[in-house]
Structure formats: structure tokens, C-alpha cells
């Protein structure tokens, strides 16, 4: 079998649902291609599969859309309109990679990245079967796609409803995620192979592990810097080992003269870290709140901007987390992540690390997710399910 990745962003968010699928068809003697943008190049080579590079939308395009994100007012319109704008510009500048992947390589099943649009456009073009793997919740996915209805009616007429038709795989659980799409397929992903401890960063290896992360798409923005500072300054003194990871849009170094609990990295694989993580502070992106659920390991959640809001409501509703909103500023708007939010970040970390229900709650929603079927049965049913 022959499948095909397509991703919309170069964020690992983005990237990360599709590698088991990868993963999966490797190890049952199928051949994987990945497209996306160049900024994905390394971690799909680092993943081990081979990679077509497609186009980007012009920087002058994104930067205005990725720099307002964190103060519009985080209702559900401005939040499907940005994420939406992005995935739309994105399609632009992919579709001839997409085409190309698709007509010459002859996939057997295109899996994409629900924002990613290209492909779904080749797909149908070429007649190749297409599903659709979340990065987010259900309810957001399907509203994106009717936000971004005009374009992909532009495209082809009737291809909304062929997206919303088209099998949607899924690692939440039910009981966090109820779908509307008609064809919906929870499954889990493998067990990890054996995990590497994590290096001696600290002087104390007994303290507690907090794990701060804001993503890979954060550090592209303007007040990284200060998000992580206000991260910083909420750990400092705390009875912890903290380790705080930048991504690889961000030089790690400015944040120098941190205290002796905390250490930073530009990038550490998530399953080394949830493996010995107490707790994890994020902004709410998909991958990290619901990797670190799956791991069973509570959360206190930040959110800035996407659909991390979302998010949050529903790790606070499962009992398994807190979160902290910014301060908005004179017209309403919600501000981003600054070193003023830091206390309210610090009593929320004392109150989740002190509380073990908050632990037995993201206990319960990693059984829940541990439950759904595996992906080796599923992958085999999907080009005649997508068809």
C-alpha cells in the first residue's frame, strides 16, 4: 500500500497525527510519502520518511495573520477565520506539490491534516481515496470546513460536502469529542518503544518533573520571548525540575540566567518527557494537551490562540487541568502570554501539583483513550472506506 501525508503547516502539531499512520504502512511493507511545506523537511526526515516539499505563502501574507492571533477576542469566528486563513493560503501555495504527489506517485490513500487542503483538491481531481486525520476537536474541524467553504467550492462544486463525508480519524475520546461527521473512527496509537531517560540537567533527580511547553508555532511570534519569560518567572523557587522547551523557531539561548530548577532546550522529544512528567504547562495546542492526557498527566493550560481555547474548556470540564486567561487590554482583547500573568500561572501549577484528583482525572481519560482500537486494522480498511 501506498500512502500519502499532507501537511498544511510545518508545525509538529500538524505533522505529529500522521507519523503512525506512516509508521504503520512501513511496517506492513507499504511505501509512505510525505508533502508539505520546506519548514517541515527535518522532522519529517527525522520521522524516516521521504518528503516532497511544496510552496509557502508568502511571508508578507502570514505575518500580519500570525501576529494578530493572540489578541483577537478568542470567540469561535475569529478563531475558525484565522486558523481557517491559514490552511486556505497554505492550499494555494501547495497545490502543484499536491498534484504532483498524487498524479506520478499514485497513492493508494491520501491522508491529510485537516487544514491542509491541497491534497483533498488532487484527490478528488485524480480520483484517489482521501481521510482526514485531527489535530483538534471534531466540532472545530467541522466548522473550519464550512469557514473555508467559498475557496474549496472554487476549487471543485460539492467539495465541502465531500470533506465532511470523508472517513475522520481520531485519537480523542468520545467522552471529550463527540463528532459530527458520519464517518468517524477513534483509534490509539502504538505503544511507544522503550523511552530514553532524560539527561541529568539538574542537581536534584528526585523534585517533581514540570513540563513547559507553548508548541513549535509560538516561537515564530513576537512575544515568545516574553511567554516563556512569564513561564519562567511562574516556576522560579518552585520544589521542581522544569523543563521548558522553545521549539525550533525560537533561539533557546536568549533565555539565559534562568533559575537553577529550570533548564531549557529547543526541542525534546514529548514521550521522554511525559514519560516522567507530574505536570505539564502548555498553551492548549492539540498535540501536547492530548499527548500529555494519553500519558495521564494532568495539565495546566494556557491558551493563546487556534483552537486552544477549546481545548482547555475541555481538559478544565474532564477534571483534568486548569486554565489561566491572559489579562485583556482597554478594548476587550485577550493579550498575550506576559511576565503579569506569571502569579496567576504559579497558583494554578501549586493547585494541580497538590490535588491528586487532577491526576486521577487525566488517569481516567488515558484509559478511555487506551481503549480504542489499534491502527495496524485500520490502515488495511482505508483506501476501500475513503473510496
Do not use: K
Amino acid at each position: 500500500m501506498r500512502v500519502l501525508a499532507a501537511c498544511s503547516l510545518g508545525g509538529a502539531g500538524h505533522f505529529r497525527p500522521l507519523v503512525p499512520f506512516l509508521d504503520q504502512a512501513r511496517r506492513s511493507g507499504g511505501e509512505t510519502l510525505v508533502v508539505g511545506p520546506p519548514a517541515l523537511a527535518g522532522m519529517v526526515g527525522a520521522a524516516g520518511h521521504p518528503f516532497l516539499a511544496g510552496g509557502e505563502p508568502p511571508e508578507e501574507q502570514v505575518r500580519p495573520i500570525r501576529e494578530q492571533l493572540p489578541v483577537v477576542p478568542p470567540d469561535e469566528a475569529s478563531v475558525l477565520g484565522n486558523r481557517e486563513l491559514f490552511g486556505r493560503l497554505a492550499a494555494t501555495a501547495m497545490l502543484a506539490a499536491a498534484e504532483q504527489a498524487v498524479r506520478d506517485w499514485r497513492p493508494d490513500v491520501i491522508l491529510r491534516d485537516p487544514c491542509e487542503y491541497a491534497s483533498a483538491v488532487a484527490a478528488t481531481r485524480l480520483g484517489v481515496p482521501v481521510a482526514q486525520v485531527a489535530i483538534g476537536l471534531a466540532a472545530v474541524e467541522w466548522a473550519s470546513i464550512g469557514v473555508a467553504a467559498p475557496a474549496l467550492e472554487a476549487h471543485r462544486a460539492g467539495l465541502t460536502g465531500e470533506l465532511r463525508r470523508s472517513p475522520y480519524l481520531t485519537r480523542f475520546p468520545a467522552a471529550l469529542d463527540p463528532s459530527p461527521f458520519s464517518v468517524t473512527v477513534r483509534y490509539r496509537e502504538p505503544g511507544a518503544p522503550a523511552r530514553r531517560a532524560l539527561p541529568a540537567w539538574w542537581a536534584s533527580t528526585s523534585a517533581p518533573l514540570v513540563y513547559v511547553s507553548f508548541g513549535t508555532v509560538l516561537g515564530y511570534m513576537s512575544f515568545a520571548e516574553e511567554a516563556y519569560r512569564a513561564a519562567i518567572d511562574a516556576v522560579t523557587g518552585l520544589d521542581a525540575r522544569v523543563l521548558v522547551t522553545t521549539g525550533r523557531g525560537f533561539d533557546a539561548s536568549r533565555l539565559r540566567d534562568t533559575p537553577a530548577n529550570v533548564h531549557v532546550e529547543a526541542w525534546v522529544d514529548q514521550a521522554d518527557v511525559l514519560d516522567e512528567a507530574a505536570l505539564v504547562v502548555c498553551h492548549g495546542g492539540s498535540g501536547t494537551a492530548y499527548g500529555a492526557l494519553a500519558a495521564g498527566v494532568p495539565l495546566v493550560v494556557v491558551p493563546v490562540f487556534a483552537d486552544q481555547f477549546a481545548n482547555a474548556a475541555e481538559v478544565v470540564q474532564a477534571g483534568a487541568g486548569i486554565e489561566v486567561r491572559t489579562s485583556q487590554d482597554s478594548r476587550e482583547r485577550r493579550r498575550p502570554v506576559g511576565r503579569d500573568d506569571a502569579p496567576h500561572i504559579r497558583q494554578a501549577i501549586d493547585t494541580v501539583l497538590a490535588d491528586g484528583s487532577y491526576r486521577n482525572a487525566a488517569q481516567a481519560v488515558a484509559a478511555d483513550m487506551a481503549a480504542a482500537p489499534a491502527i495496524g486494522a485500520l490502515l488495511e480498511q482505508l483506501p476501500s472506506a475513503a473510496g
